[in-house]
Structure formats: structure tokens, C-alpha cells
């Protein structure tokens, strides 16, 4: 039992639900302020399916769409479908009712919710498309992590979010693009020469990887600007923006790290350090709501 749950948690890398957690319950924390950053049992209970259902429909997508490559590819070949640990239709079952749960929970908590969710559910499959036909997949990727905290948010507010917290909601999703675009880059270094060969796109094909790495430097930096465009939007205090230093000092990091253009050393950049940025967030933003302003100076 234990070993076939880790079989289908390794098959939609379970692990990388760190990636667009934190900053959805970060949004949830933000959108119940008025409680302490406290939705209830239900509505935390529902965000977390929805959050689940929602990355594991995408991932299964993914890796039924993106198969045959995955045969070609060496660093792939392994996966489960290609390997044959996991059959096709298996892997569709999964994808299909991964949906329905996500459909089922938006359903229970309230009606805005429920008549998006199919579109999120589009936007969160399309992304393992574009690879085909646009250099900027990883904006693509961006818009679809960006909906896990804006759901989270809609979870808590429904139709009753106000002006101010669109403009927060935003914000929020703009940085979270950002952030993605730079270290889905940093993450495609690995496959150019596979994915130049074989006709896939993204901009370090299109660019070339000093050109693209420079890009994703770009991308973090406006990233940060919003961060702190969103702190202050959000009346957050000194907690806030000592996180943000740290995570500014991550993204710096990663980018070092990224330029050694080592397989080893850009997987380390991309899952640990990126964690860490989405725990950070968390942390500061808890701290700030339910503290009701953090740490402050006098």
C-alpha cells in the first residue's frame, strides 16, 4: 500500500505541491484577516483538495501529453508511463478524477468558486501544450500556479471579495508568474540540447541560455518589486520585509548557483531553494496576519 502511494506521489511529484501551497494559504490567511487568518475547518479542508486535485489533474496531463518525449529524452525515459510502471489509462483515470474532485470541492465552497473551476482547470492542463508551439511556456506555467492563490482567496471571499483585495489578488499573481518564469528557466537548462533537437520551445532555446538566465534574473528582480508593492498594499510591517530580504538573498543564490550550468547544482536551485522562498512567504505573511500587523517599530 505504502509503496504503491509513493509509486503515484513520484508519478505527479507530489513533492512540488510546496511550489503553489504556501503562497495559497498565504492568500487564504490574507482574505480571512478579519479572523486571525482562520477560514474555518471547512473551507481550509476544501482549499487543500482543490489545491491537491487541481496539481495532480495538471500533472497527470502532463505526463500523458508529453510521453513520447519522455521515451526520447534520457533524463525522462525513466518516468513512469515511458518505463511502463503506470499505465496510460491508469494515469487518465487519475486525471479524470482529479478533476471531478477539484469541480466537487469548488462546489462545496460557494458558487463563484464552482463556476470557475472548470476554467482553472483548462488553464492548469493547457500549460503542458504550449511547449509546442510558443517560447514563452514558462509564462503559461506562471499564469496556471498564479490561480492557487487567487482560488484560495475566492475560497475564503467569494463573491464578496472587495477593490482593494483585487488589486492584492494582482499583485500577488503577477510576482508568482514572475517568480515561476525565472526558475522554470533555470530548470529548462537541462533539457536545451533535447529540446532544441526535437522542435520543443521555450526561451532558452530561443535565446540561447546566457540570454534566457538573464531573463529570469530580470524576471526575479520585478518579482521582488511586487513583493514589496504587495506589502505595502497589504499594510504589512517589519516581519514582512525581513522575509522579503531573505527571499531576495534565495533568488540571488539561485541565480549563482544556476550559472554553473551543473545538473546537480540546478536541481538543488530549483526544488530547495524555491521551497524555501514559498515557506518563507508563508511564515512572514502568518506572522503579519495573525499578529494583526507583526513585529513593529516604534
Known amino acids: 500500500m505504502i509503496s504503491t502511494l509513493q509509486k503515484w506521489g513520484s508519478f505527479v511529484r507530489f513533492s512540488h505541491t510546496v511550489f503553489a501551497l504556501p503562497f495559497a494559504l498565504a492568500a487564504m490567511l490574507v482574505a480571512a484577516r478579519d479572523n486571525r487568518g482562520w477560514p474555518g475547518w471547512k473551507t481550509f479542508g476544501l482549499i487543500l483538495i ?3 486535485c487541481a496539481r495532480t489533474c495538471a500533472m497527470a496531463f502532463n505526463r500523458i501529453v508529453d510521453r513520447k518525449f519522455d521515451t526520447l529524452n534520457p533524463r525522462t525515459a525513466k518516468r513512469h508511463l515511458p518505463a511502463g510502471e503506470i499505465s496510460l489509462i491508469s494515469a487518465i483515470s487519475l486525471c479524470a478524477l482529479s478533476a471531478a474532485g477539484l469541480i466537487a470541492a469548488s462546489y462545496f465552497l460557494n458558487p463563484l468558486c464552482f463556476y470557475l473551476s472548470p476554467l482553472a482547470l483548462v488553464m492548469v492542463c493547457f500549460y503542458s501544450l504550449t511547449k509546442r508551439f510558443t517560447d514563452y511556456t514558462h509564462v503559461f506555467l506562471g499564469i496556471a500556479l498564479a490561480l492557487a492563490p487567487i482560488g484560495a ?8 471579495v472587495s477593490t482593494s483585495e483585487i488589486l492584492q489578488m494582482i499583485t500577488l499573481a503577477a510576482a508568482i508568474i514572475l517568480w515561476l518564469v525565472g526558475f522554470d528557466i533555470i530548470y529548462a537548462l537541462q533539457d536545451y540540447d533535447f529540446d532544441k533537437s526535437h522542435g520543443l520551445r521555450s526561451l532558452v532555446v530561443a535565446w540561447g541560455p546566457k540570454n534566457a538566465l538573464a531573463a529570469a534574473f530580470l524576471a ?10 504587495f506589502g505595502l498594499l497589504c499594510h504589512f510591517r517589519i516581519a514582512y520585509f525581513i522575509g522579503w530580504l531573505i527571499i531576495l538573498g534565495c533568488l540571488v543564490l539561485e541565480h549563482a548557483i544556476a550559472r554553473r550550468r551543473s545538473l546537480n547544482w540546478i536541481n538543488l536551485a530549483f526544488f530547495r531553494l524555491n521551497a524555501l522562498v514559498g515557506v518563507i512567504f508563508l511564515v512572514v505573511v502568518a506572522i503579519e496576519v495573525i499578529f494583526q500587523g507583526g513585529f513593529k517599530l516604534h
Open 50 to 52: 482543490a489545491m491537491v
Open 153 to 160: 482567496w475566492l475560497a475564503v471571499r467569494g463573491a464578496a
Open 220 to 229: 526575479h528582480m520585478i518579482m521582488c518589486g511586487l513583493l514589496v508593492a
